[in-house]
Structures are given as C-alpha cells and as structure tokens.
C-alpha cells in the first residue's frame, strides 16, 4: 500500500487570524509580537515579508525594514481556539495526526481512498472545510514521507496544494533548490559554496562518507540523504497524544540569547495553552536544540507537581537551555515539549500576565480564590517579560 503523508500548514498563522478579525489590516504589512525593544516577530503577513521581515526576527529590525507596517501583540488565545478547529477537522480526516506546533501538523492518510477520494482530492476538500469553518486558507502538501510533505506545503504558498508523486522524489527536490530545502540555512549553503556545490544535483555526486568527512558526522548523513529526496527523519517519533511539543525551523540561524530566550517565552505559551485545552497536566519540560552543524540535542527535566502555568514551563525550558547553548554557537531549531501528560481535572485556565514575575504573587491567590469557588478563568493570555517601549 502506497504511504501517504499530508503536511498542513496555516498559512501565515498569527498575522491571518489577526487580519481576519480586523479588517483594516487585510492587504497590508502587518507584523505580530512583542511591541518592545527586546521583543521578537512571532508572525508577519505576506506583504511584511516583501520587505525582509520574518519570524524569529527581533521586532527593533522589524520596525526598521519595514516601518508602515502594522504591529501587534499576539493573542494566544484567540490562535489556540482557531487552531483547535483546525486539528479537530485533521482528525476527521485521519486517525493519526501530528501536531508540529500550533499551525502546522502530519496526518497519515495511507489507506484513506475510500473514504476520500485520491490524495488531492482529500486535500481539496480539507482545504474547502477549513476555510468554511474558519475563513482561512491552509496549505496542503502531499508526499510519500513527512520530508517530502513538509516542503511540498510550501512549494505553492499560500493557499497551497501540492503533491510529490511517488518516484519523483529527485525530481522533485532538485525543483526547490539547494537554498529551500528544509533544514539548509544561510551558513551551511555557505559551506557547500566553498566546495563548489550550488545546485542538489551537485550535493547528490558526493558520496556519503564524503559529505560526513566535509561536513561532520550530523550533517553529512543529513544532506547525502534530503539530495536524494529522503526523509532525514527529523519529525519521526510518536504522534500519538502523550506529549505537546512546538518547534520553530529559524529562517537564518539564531546566535542571539535573548531572541532564543524570546522565542522560547512564546513556545512555552503554546505548549501550556495547548494543555489547558486538553485538560491535560505535565510535570515534565524538555527541550530541543539543532544546531548550524545538524547536531540535534535534547533536555529534559522533571519537577515534583504538576505544571499549571507558562511561567513555570518557560523558567525550566529556560534553564535548560542556558545548560545546552553557549554563545555565539548558532543554534538552527529550537523547540519546547511537555511530556507524560496526563489527565487531570486539576487543570485550569490562567490568567496570564504582561510580567508574571511582579504579579506572580497576585496570579497564584487569583487562581486559589477561583478553585476555592470551583469556578475556572476564562481568558488566557500571552504574557510577556517586562519590555521597554519604543520611545
């Protein structure tokens, strides 16, 4: 039977819910983050991206490529209710989804034909439901493995539908080109361009144990294996529900504590969102780290109670990360888990604030006050460290 694999990705996520929403902001620069000097673009709208900006980028350079754009702050909330639309529609199409992060995930749809028709066209109709029930457009790209898939959503963004024939693998990745594949940043095309290599029909004449004597052991195995259209196995592992994990791919490796320590404040949000939702607890926080040179690294640690708050998760992923990362070593993907979840009546909704760490006392007698009334909070929210504003 033919291995199937959907990637769908939400198509600009963060910047789409927020023109949604607000009509004003459609068909222009609109860039979403922390609004302060030391906040990071966690999102930006195809027409901010004509001017340079990009996710992970820090928002001070943001406001300067493209300074008629539209900024934001992030509403975590309202993103964690349309993507838990967009997941439960995915398990109606398949039995076994993979949640990647917030606005992306795999489905398995081998042996789906009888259901929904071939491939494309159980991809036209997933992007037909969407877009009926949320009013935004996703991605869909289609291929014999999550490799594939992944760089097939974005071969046709946005609104994509893309499939990658079986067999036409090579084909296909020498159609993308040495600087789109998935994983290659700016100092490893570097790397490949003082060996003379610029094109993946180039990278495929180098064998294995070449690649790896060049290159390193990490990084040689990886680019012998994407040249060829095989999956590196970079999202293996198990998509069943008993961890919540995000992971961001930075567009130009990320040197920079403090954009690492941002980035890894607005992953942690998600992760504890996501939980929230699920009515799930975790008292575990791991971290993943890839680095310029394709060595991956990961953390974890284990705490005595379970972890209610994005505060907690995000001083533990926190710490762990300054016990893997010394500076400047360029750090590719960064990602945040929580694992052995588990069910939990316990779980609650929290109020986040602007600076848990001045109002933590305040949070923590809110919260006990609540569940002392057995009533719940509503409203989450984004929090964010101190910040100062641009004058």
Not at 7 to 21: G, R
Not at 29 to 57: D, I, K, Q, T, W
Not at 135 to 153: E, P
Request: proline fraction near 4%; hydrophobic fraction near 40%; charge should be positive.
């Amino acid at each position: 039977m033919e291995t199937v694999w959907f990637h769908v990705d939400m198509d600009a996520f963060y910047a789409s819910v927020e023109q949604l929403d607000n009509p004003e902001y459609r068909g222009k620069p609109l860039v979403v983050g922390g609004l302060g000097n030391r906040g990071v673009v966690s999102a930006c709208s195809y027409e901010a991206r004509a001017f340079g900006v990009h996710s992970a980028m820090p928002m001070y350079q943001a406001r300067k490529l493209c300074p008629q754009a539209a900024f934001v702050r992030g509403r975590m909330e309202r993103y964690s209710q349309i993507s838990r639309q967009v997941i439960a529609i995915l398990h109606e199409f398949s039995p076994v989804v993979q949640q990647i992060s917030i606005d992306e995930a795999f489905l398995d749809m081998t042996g789906t034909q009888r259901l929904f028709g071939k491939s494309r066209e159980a991809a036209l109709l997933l992007k037909k439901r969407v877009k009926e029930e949320t009013s935004l457009n996703i991605s869909v790209g289609i291929g014999s493995s999550r490799f594939i898939a992944k760089m097939a959503s974005d071969y046709d963004k946005p609104d994509g539908l893309y499939r990658v024939s079986p067999g036409k693998e090579i084909a296909f990745v020498d159609a993308v080109g040495l600087r789109k594949l998935w994983g290659i940043g700016e100092s490893t095309l570097s790397s490949l361009a003082r060996q003379g290599i610029r094109t993946v029909a180039q990278l495929r004449t180098y064998e294995e144990g070449r690649l790896r004597h060049l290159f390193g052991e990490a990084a040689g195995t990886y680019l012998w294996k994407i040249c060829r259209g095989i999956d590196p196995g970079i999202h293996t592992g198990s998509t069943k529900s008993h961890s919540i994990s995000t992971e961001m791919t930075f567009p130009i490796d990320v040197t920079d504590g403090e954009v690492l320590s941002q980035n890894l404040l607005g992953m942690s949000h998600e992760v504890m969102f996501r939980a929230i939702e699920e009515q799930v607890v975790s008292s575990t926080v791991a971290i993943k780290l890839r680095f310029s040179d394709f060595t991956t690294i990961s953390a974890q640690t284990t705490v005595a109670t379970p972890l209610y708050s994005a505060e907690q998760v995000y001083a533990l992923a926190k710490e762990l990360l300054h016990g893997k990362w010394r500076t400047p070593q360029p750090v590719r993907l960064l990602g945040v888990g929580l694992y052995q979840v588990e069910s939990s009546q316990r779980a609650i909704q929290q109020e986040l604030f602007d600076d848990p760490y001045q109002r933590k006392r305040e949070l923590e007698k809110t919260v006990l006050a609540l569940r002392a009334q057995g009533k719940q909070l509503q409203k989450a929210a984004l929090m964010h460290p101190k910040e100062t504003e641009e004058s």
